[in-house]
């Protein structure tokens, strides 16, 4: 009997620390299928808004909108359509190579789950 509940100790443990190992992986701001919780990248063509970094306070938007953001030169396009509510440094989401300062971005609730 003891040695079933060890295995099933052992099993446990090695459950987690597989599931930890898996989360650590995948990064830390993304959900298991590799998205990001922030939303996604997208053409500048569909930016509602365009935010100069540099001379810009930290913005709110709506949940959703997508923004354009400059930096000297450089410029990537972001709709916020992952999880609402939150507040999203620019640097967590910029392309490699993007030139950032740390920027804050409040994104509101997403709609459907307002009650």
Same mark, same amino acid.
């Given at each position: 009997?003891?040695?079933?509940?060890?295995?099933?100790?052992?099993?446990?443990?090695?459950?987690?620390?597989?599931?930890?190992?898996?989360?650590?992986?995948?990064?830390?701001?993304?959900?298991?299928?590799?998205?990001?919780?922030?939303?996604?990248? &997208?053409?500048?063509?569909?930016?509602? +808004?365009? @935010? %100069?970094?540099?001379?810009? *306070? =930290?913005?709110?938007? $709506?949940?959703?909108?997508?923004?354009?953001?400059?930096?000297?030169?450089?410029?990537?396009?972001? &709709?916020?359509?992952?999880?609402?509510? +939150?507040? @999203? %440094?620019?640097?967590?989401? *910029? =392309?490699?190579?993007? $030139?950032?300062?740390?920027?804050?971005?409040?994104?509101?609730?997403?709609?459907?789950?307002?009650?």
């Amino acid at each position: 009997m003891r040695s079933i509940q060890s295995l099933k100790a052992a099993t446990m443990f090695g459950l987690t620390t597989l599931s930890l190992a898996s989360y650590a992986a995948n990064g830390a701001d993304t959900f298991m299928n590799g998205q990001s919780y922030y939303g996604q990248p &997208t053409s500048q063509a569909s930016a509602a +808004r365009i @935010v %100069d970094i540099a001379s810009s *306070a =930290p913005i709110n938007i $709506a949940y959703g909108e997508t923004v354009t953001f400059r930096s000297g030169g450089q410029q990537f396009s972001w &709709t916020f359509n992952g999880l609402g509510g +939150r507040a @999203v %440094d620019v640097v967590k989401i *910029a =392309p490699a190579g993007f $030139a950032a300062k740390s920027f804050a971005v409040f994104v509101g609730r997403d709609p459907s789950t307002r009650r």
